[in-house]
């Protein structure tokens, strides 16, 4: 067994409020409950002695393990291939009473079965609650084993041939399967206090397991998509599903925290908390897949915000939230945890959610642009908050800011900022004539055109015949991508192609692309990164739009292959090909789905 697999080497199961990831060897090192955002339950991932692990394994010598999807669900498989029988692990999530409703109370069923000889399977439970910081004591009767901590509690139940033994204050087992014969753990992480759940049997877990795979069917089976990659495309839904918090319709960037962007660097933040960048963005891709409910809840918790207006940076709107629209991210360093192959140091929390980015405003306006019943969504009252938050943006948009890669080196006037508030005054003055709402068209009007002739004049740089990061520099950044997936420029227009070209030169590398160069634009921080996948899928669906179908199709083909095995992507892709940053990434995976869409279109057109 690996001391830290590589990032990739996971799976993800979830139930629409948290979610676990289960290594490729049969080991769920990351699960946090009752929310995404919760404190860890089991954090190896983070630390191999400290962070606590729920393993089902074979150790057999001459074993080769496979991992895969059922087909259009959220249902893990495991499979050991030993010399002596082939056995599996199947894992999920079942499904809460109403997904809507935040729930303490959340179980992870792990069934193992052996389709062929025998396999010997070895069990271990061991929760460290808090992120490994806290203690817990052990009941342990028969097939049953509780771990209660100060601020939270754990239930496992065994069913089957698996006896459980002590060991200290965890518990672990071996159990010998043939073919044709069944057993299972059921976890239940929990509250303090908490009564025991229901007593599992085989008929409740069979239900579940149904309940599941009908769910995900159903859920998919309403995708509208059905151009080429629709595997991809779908296993990209679904993730995006499976991180968005259910109660509020917010999504989490990703399901982890501190994983790095460079092995033993520093760049390593904490993703599960909701972005209005990211989040803003998925809404296309849930639209443009027939996902109309999930893109109105996010737009519903979008406008909460607008009306709420509570912040920690004193603006209208923040960059990222927690789940529920708490604005207060305060970070922490957990010094006791090693960190991911020794990349310390791991961040609880994100200090980032106080710094200036002025790019969300167009992000967030862009979102509710897409609505299709704005006066349902909103209401009157929804759109004079909107309308005023525009107005204030009149004001203020003119500023330097930290920029989309929340840079920790110093405000700049960031072209991208810049593009994005252009976007805000766009949407907004459509959607005031669409609607037929009130608004202060001359002024909104004014500022549209304001900051397009600003970008033109000093984000062009006629020396590198391309648009650059921040004004007076000579920097190329991949976040001007968007720029032709906005509407601002046209996508064969010379500028924008002359940009494009730059960036094949500087910032693509064998079809991955970076987001910038770190050594000619300071970033604050020590250390290098790999390519961007997000700017990666941003590139083809440029190249898509410019009519250079060739070299997108072969670029999309190109970052498909550094999926893992189960479809997923993180934040980056390494030198060598490794999976780098917290994963799964939900920006990742809505800009597949975009790419994918964008050129699946040009293809046919």
Known sequence: MHRYPPIADHGLVGDLQTCALVSAEGVVDWFCSPRFDSPSVFGRLLDHERGGHFSITVEAPGTTVRQLYLADSAVLLTRFLTPDGVGEVADFMPLLPDPAVPADRHTLVRVLRVVRGTVRFAVECRPRFDYGRETHGLDLDGATARFTGATASAHLQVLGA????????????????????RAAAVLTLDAPGAGPPEPADEASLRAAFDGVRFFWHDWIGRCRYRGRWQAQVNRSAITLKLLTYAPSGAPVAAATMGLPEQVGGERNWDY??????????????????????????????LGARFRDGSTVSGEPLQIMYRVDGDPHLGEEVLDHLEGWRGSAPVRAGNGAAGQLQLDIYGEAVHAYAQAGDLAQLAGYDGWLRFAATVDWLCEHWDRPDEGIWETRGGRQDFTYSRLMCWVAFDRAVRMAHEFGRPADL???????????????????????????????????DASL?????????????????????????????????????????????????????????????????????????????????????????????????????????????????????????????
Request: glycine fraction near 6%; include cysteine.
């Open 481 to 605: 991508l968007m720029m032709p997936i906005t509407r601002f420029i046209a996508p064969r227009d010379p500028r924008w192609l002359s940009t494009l070209d730059a960036m094949d030169r500087e910032l693509v590398s064998d079809s991955l692309v970076y987001r910038y160069d770190p050594a000619a634009s300071p970033d604050g921080l020590r250390g290098s990164e790999g390519t961007f996948s997000l700017c990666s899928f941003l590139y083809v669906d440029a190249l898509a739009r410019a009519g250079r179908l060739e070299q997108a199709r072969y670029a999309f083909d190109k970052m498909l292959t550094y999926a893992n095995h189960v479809g997923l992507f993180a934040e980056e892709i390494g030198p060598t090909g490794e999976q780098l940053g917290n994963f799964p990434q939900a920006f990742t995976h809505l800009a597949l789905i975009t790419a994918a869409l964008s050129l699946d279109e040009a293809l046919d057109g």
């Open 272 to 301: 599960r908390y909701t972005w209005i960048r990211d989040a803003s963005l998925s809404v296309r891709a849930m639209v443009d897949l027939g996902f109309t409910e999930e893109a109105d809840a996010f737009r519903r918790w």
């Open 162 to 181: 698996i006896a459980l033994e002590r060991d200290g204050r965890d518990v672990r087992a071996d159990v010998e399967l043939t073919a044709g014969q």
């Open 442 to 476: 001359p002024r909104w009007t004014a500022a549209r055109d304001a900051v397009l002739h600003q970008v033109m004049e000093r984000g062009w740089s006629a020396e590198r015949q391309a648009f650059v990061q921040h004004y007076g520099s000579e920097v190329l």
